[in-house]
């Protein structure tokens, strides 16, 4: 198993620009959620899903949208990216409720 | 919502001895405490937890004890090695979502 594959690794973009964070499991989880990890401040939940065609917010959810179309699939987009949204993004995912969380290798994320 | 505190920040220990690692949460509905190692550039990864329904958990020289009542959990790292350094987070649940402490940087001094 490949567990929780996430792309791209690193990415810069321009302010006011869009793109996609893709993370993909082969665990067969259903709970999946998105972070993101700032200096200082930890981990903090951005959108989170627990199955196919439901996702609910987090956090931290503005400027950021998710879909489940699949238990394999949790994208996460930034509609206008803003320097602000410059972090390191952990897409995770488990088996279910109280259960440990996978997390991927990360996407480092510059907004210029 | 949940909010869970960590203390200390960073914390230096010298080879061979004991590190404890505090949080506190504020939900007394939270009932499963995970704790992360995160090495430098690398994802979290779990390595120890706890559930409400259990007091301490041991795991080699790794240890984490819960107080429901104070709602407070501990990490206990004892006879520390340098491979220990890093940065450690404690999170807290109540199902659907994790709530993470801010993070201890641990250096473990040869």
């Known amino acids: 198993n490949a567990g929780v594959t996430q792309t791209p690794k690193f990415q810069v973009l321009k302010t006011g620009q869009s793109m996609t964070l893709q993370c993909a499991q082969d665990m067969n989880h259903e709970y999946m959620s998105w972070y993101r990890q700032d200096p200082g401040m930890g981990l903090r939940l951005i959108h989170y899903s627990v199955g196919a065609g439901i996702t609910d917010q987090g956090e931290v959810p503005n400027g950021y949208n998710v879909s489940r179309s699949t238990t394999e699939d949790f994208p996460l987009r930034l509609l206008s990216a803003a320097p602000s949204q410059t972090s390191v993004y952990f897409c995770?995912?488990?088996?279910?409720?109280?259960?440990?969380?996978?997390f991927g290798d990360g996407t480092r994320l510059s907004i210029l | 919502g949940e909010n869970v505190e960590q203390h200390p920040s960073t914390l230096s220990v010298q080879e061979g001895d004991s590190a404890v690692i505090k949080c506190t949460y504020s939900d007394s509905a939270s009932n499963y405490f995970p704790w992360y190692k995160q090495e430098l550039g690398k994802r979290p990864q779990l390595i120890i937890d706890i559930r409400s329904n259990v007091g301490e958990k041991k795991d080699q020289r790794i240890a984490v004890t819960l107080n429901k009542t104070a709602k407070h959990f501990s990490l206990h790292i004892t006879e520390t090695q340098p491979e220990d350094s890093a940065v450690y987070f404690c999170?807290?649940?109540?199902?659907?979502?994790?709530?993470f402490g801010t993070g201890t940087s641990l250096t473990v001094i040869p």
């Open positions: 999170a807290a649940t109540t199902g659907n979502q994790f709530y």
């Open positions: 995770a995912s488990r088996f279910e409720i109280n259960q440990p969380q996978h």
